[in-house]
């Protein structure tokens, strides 16, 4: 990688932790050319403007969560087990991704009103294909239970496995093990079931 296309992921870097950590409204071109020690008319070499910083983080972050959901989906066959890949990497994107997933759960309002969002719901609305898809087949093959709807269950793993980032107790789990207890949640509740 070249200087110029070091400094520019450098720059992605500050910019990711600065957008989740103050919000990017809140956060200047100005505040990003001083965290990374560059004149605002130097920034704009590498990025046209804040929205361009935004969209490629979110870009990215996207990318990658549809490139792992596919891998999970392509390794299982049996639709207990694509749903448990997907919780797992899940899991992993948050880890690998902390600030741009803090940005898109916080920042949603600013994305709407800056045309970013469409692009990543887009995406987002892809990767919700994966997850129906393995829910309707294991109710299909009777994995699964058929007197949930499968949004219900879908948007209640999705909205709970994306919170955990802000779980005080979650740093406390290793990515893997933390995806088996969710994955035991989900699939058998928390009843115990008695002979």
Do not use: C, N
Request: net charge negative.
């Amino acid at each position: 990688m070249g200087r110029g296309a070091a400094r520019r992921e450098e720059i992605l870097a500050l910019s990711a932790e600065m957008f989740a950590t103050k919000g990017i409204a809140a956060t200047t071109v100005r505040d990003i050319g001083e965290a990374a020690a560059v004149l605002s008319g130097s920034l704009y070499h590498h990025f046209r403007s804040k929205d361009v910083i935004v969209g490629e983080i979110l870009g990215r972050f996207m990318a990658d969560v549809q490139s792992r959901f596919a891998a999970a989906v392509e390794a299982a066959a049996a639709p207990g087990d694509r749903v448990r890949g997907l919780v797992r990497e899940t899991l992993r994107v948050i880890d690998a991704h902390p600030h741009a997933t803090a940005m898109y759960q916080r920042d949603r309002p600013y994305l709407r009103e800056h045309g970013l969002l469409e692009p990543v719901d887009e995406a987002s609305r892809a990767v919700r294909g994966y997850w129906l898809d393995a829910i309707a087949d294991g109710v299909a093959d009777g994995t699964f239970r058929d007197d949930v709807p499968a949004e219900v269950f879908y948007r209640t793993v999705r909205d709970t496995l994306w919170a955990t980032m802000h779980w005080p107790t979650r740093r406390g789990h290793d990515t893997d093990e933390f995806a088996e207890v969710m994955t035991t949640l989900f699939f058998a509740g928390f009843t115990r079931t008695r002979d």
